[in-house]
């Protein structure tokens, strides 16, 4: 378990591949994707290729919150990666925003996966 990081070595790998391939599935561009994380995309690309692993505390939270997101729409769309995708990067009028451009900020991450537990959560099993 790295000083920085509040998971271990194993788990670090699991997250920052489960991130990226979220992030895939849901139409998210590297640049918003390493915002989101908070790190640079150079080191985004890494990641992508399994050179590097997310080891900073926010990085591997941002980075929970992303597959969560990811899960929960996979959930209430039965698993149909196009209309999750479309539903994260249209205009929503319950959060006032496109879901991707909302999670640019760590309130904005929180407040799309909260909606999405909280409005959702008869559909997830």
Not at 86 to 97: K, P, Q, V
Not at 113 to 124: F, N, R
Request: proline content about 2%; aromatic content about 4%.
């Amino acid at each position: 378990m790295s000083e920085n990081s509040p998971i271990g070595d194993a788990d670090r790998v699991v997250v920052s591949k489960a991130a990226v391939r979220a992030a895939e599935r849901l139409k998210i561009p590297d640049e918003v994707l390493a915002r989101v994380l908070g790190i640079r995309v150079a080191s985004l690309v890494c990641v992508r290729a399994g050179d590097l692993d997310l080891v900073s505390q926010g990085a591997i939270r941002n980075a929970i919150l992303v597959v969560r997101i990811y899960q929960r729409l996979a959930a209430i769309f039965q698993g149909d990666e196009s209309a999750a995708a479309s539903w994260f990067n249209s205009d929503n009028t319950a959060l006032g925003a496109r879901p991707i451009d909302i999670i640019q900020s760590s309130c904005g991450l929180a407040q799309v996966t909260d909606h999405l537990e909280t409005h959702y959560a008869g559909v997830i099993h």
